[in-house]
């Protein structure tokens, strides 16, 4: 069992940043890959980037790709997500996901392999 929670959300001017935090707690957090996901009024939830477990791959969706990164630090047990040049259409909200997975050198960018969510925190941006 794997508890995520999320922070660091918040109302933003186009082309500014935020950084979002995903702390993870539980037993056996070895091996876990991380997602997050985001998900605006009336559209379907979309994987925006994940990490391996390794923290040697990472998955960028092409809307994101330049502007966010994703990293790891085990040792804090979070996953941030920095994104820079918001633009409006960035505007959701922000989940991190996690499975568990011994073998896989990639993560899985759809959200039907994550089995467990956390409950969001909301990105705006706006002028």
């Known amino acids: 069992q794997v508890q995520l929670v999320e922070s660091g959300g918040g109302l933003v001017q186009p082309g500014g940043s935020l950084r979002l935090s995903c702390k993870y707690s539980g037993s056996n957090l070895d091996y876990y890959n991380i997602g997050w996901f985001r998900q605006a009024p009336d559209k379907e939830r979309e994987g925006v980037s994940c990490?391996?477990?390794?923290?040697?791959?990472?998955y960028y969706a092409d809307s994101v790709k330049g502007r966010f990164t994703i990293s790891r630090d085990d040792a804090k047990d979070r996953v941030f997500l920095q994104m820079n040049s918001l633009k409006p259409e960035d505007t959701a909200a922000y989940y991190c996901?996690?499975?568990?997975?011994?073998?896989?050198?990639?993560?899985?960018?759809?959200?039907?392999?994550?089995?467990?969510w956390g409950q969001g925190t909301q990105v705006t941006v706006s002028s």
């Open positions: 990490i391996n477990f390794r923290h040697k791959y990472m």
């Open positions: 996901a996690a499975y568990r997975t011994f073998l896989q050198a990639t993560c899985d960018s759809g959200e039907v392999a994550y089995d467990w």
